[in-house]
C-alpha cells in the first residue's frame, strides 16, 4: 500500500526528470569510454574490471602453479614484444632548423613527441661521444650539450664549443637544429667534413694503440660517415640528385660495413627521383634479401618495379575476364608481399589518410614508417603511370591470405601487437594512428550506447506523453507486485506438510 500510495505522488516532471538524468550519466560515461578507448585501445571499465576487481572476486589465485607458469609466459611475451617493437632511426629524417621548425612556425603545432627527440638525443650521444672527450675541451662542452633539453641551450654550447677551436659535432648540431635553410645546412655540414676528415684521419693512425684510440676512432667514423650522408641529402634537397646518388654510393663503398645506417634506403629514393629504373633493382637484387631486415622502403620499392611492368595497360575488368598474366601476378604477389609487410602504407598511397612530416625514428611494419615512406615516396609511385589504380585493385587481397587471428603470418613474422603502442609515442597527438587489425569496439561502450539510447527515449516519451507513461511506469510496478507475490505463494505452497506423529 505505502509503495502505491507513493507512486500516485509522483508527478510526470519527476520521470522526466528521473530519465533525464539517466541519459545525462550513461551520454557522460559513452563518451569518456569512447575518449579512453581511442586514447588507449582498450576499455576503461574493462581494463578497472580486470586488473582491480577481479583479483577480490577470486578470479585469480597467485598461488596457483599454473597461474606463476602463465605468469612466466606472459612475462616472455612481453620482452618477446619489445624485441619485435625496436624503433630505428629514420634514414631520411628530416632537419629540424630548416623544415621541423618551419613547420611549427607555420601551423603552430610540433611535429616532433618528447619520446622522439629523445631517442634522438640517445642516439646523438652514442655516435658522438666517447669517453675520452674530457681531455679535449671543445668536445666536453658537446658532451654536455648533447644531454641538454633546451634547443637554445645546445645551440650555444654549439657556438663556445666553435670559439674555443674547430668542432665537427658543434657545426652538426647548428646545422641541424640553428640553420633555417638547407642551403644554411650545407654549409655548415662542409665546415664539420672539413673538420672530421682530419680528426678521422688522425684517429685511424692511432686506432690499434689502446682501446681508448679505438673508441675515438669509432667515434671519428660515425662523426664522418653522419656528415657525408646529410651533404647528400642536402645536395638530393636542393634539386643535385645526380651529385647525392654519386655521394652515397662513394659512401658506401667507404663504409661496407656500416648497413645499420641504411643508406641504401637513401639511394633508392634518389635513384627513383632519376628514374634510373635498372640502377634501382641492382640496388633491390643486393638488399632484398632472405637474410637482410625487410623495410616498407624495399617491399614497396620491389612491388612498384613489377607494378611499372604491367601497371600502364592493366584493367580490372580484362583481367577478371581473360584471368591474370604471369607479369601481373607477379606484381600482385609483391603488393601482396608489400601490404603484409606493412598494411598501413596503401591508405597513404591512395591518399585515403592525410600525411604528416615524419618522425625521426619509425617502427619497422608500423604507421610511422609508413608516414615516412610514403611522404617521400608517393610522387614517385604517381609518376609510374598506373601504378596506383593496381594497388588500389589489389592491395585490399592480401588480407584474405593472411590467418586470422594473427598467430601465424604468411610470407613474414606475426604482426606485432605492440606497434599501436609505440607509434602513438613516436606520432603527434593531433595525428590519428593507424591501427592493424582493427579493434572492434568493447562490449562496455555498446552496452552504455544502448543505456544512453533508451533512457534518452524513455526521456523523451515521458516528456511528449506524461499521463501515459506514468500510468506505464504504475502498471509496470504492479505487475512486477504481484510476481512477487504469485512466486512467494508458489514457494509456500510447495513446502511438505509436517507429517503426524
Known sequence: MEVSMFLNTLTPKFYVALTGTSSLISGLILIFEWWYFRKYGTSFIEQ???????PLLGGVDNSSPINSNSSNGDADS??????ECKVWRNPLNLFRGAEYNRYTWVTGREPLTYYDMNLSAQDHQTFFTCDSDH???ADAIMQKAWRERNPQARISAAHESLELEDC?????LLAEEEATTIVEAEKLFKQALKTG?????????LQHHGAQYEAQHRRDTNVLVYIKRRLAMCS??????????????DLMKEFPLLSMFNIHENLLESLLELQNYADVQAVLAKY???SLPKSATICYTAALLKARAVSDK???????RRGLSTAEMNAVEAIHRAVEFNPHVPKYLLEMKSLILPPEHILKRGDSEAIAYAFFHLQHWKRVEGALNLLHCTWEGTFRMIPYPLEKGHLFYPYPICTETADRELLPMFHEVSVYPKKELPFFILFTAGLCSFTAMLALLTHQFPELMGVFAKAVSLLHRSLSHSRTHTSSLSKPSPHPQ
Open 168 to 172: 665537427a659535432t658543434a657545426s652538426i
Open 197 to 205: 676528415e682530419g680528426c678521422y684521419r688522425r684517429s685511424q693512425q
Open 48 to 54: 578497472v574490471s580486470v586488473s582491480h576487481l577481479r
Open 236 to 249: 638530393r634537397k636542393l634539386g643535385r640528385t645526380r651529385e647525392a646518388v654519386k655521394m652515397l654510393r
Open 314 to 320: 592493366f584493367s580490372p575488368e580484362a583481367a577478371s
Open 288 to 290: 632484398d634479401d632472405i
Open 135 to 137: 681531455l679535449r675541451p
Open 78 to 83: 612481453n620482452r618477446q614484444n619489445v624485441s
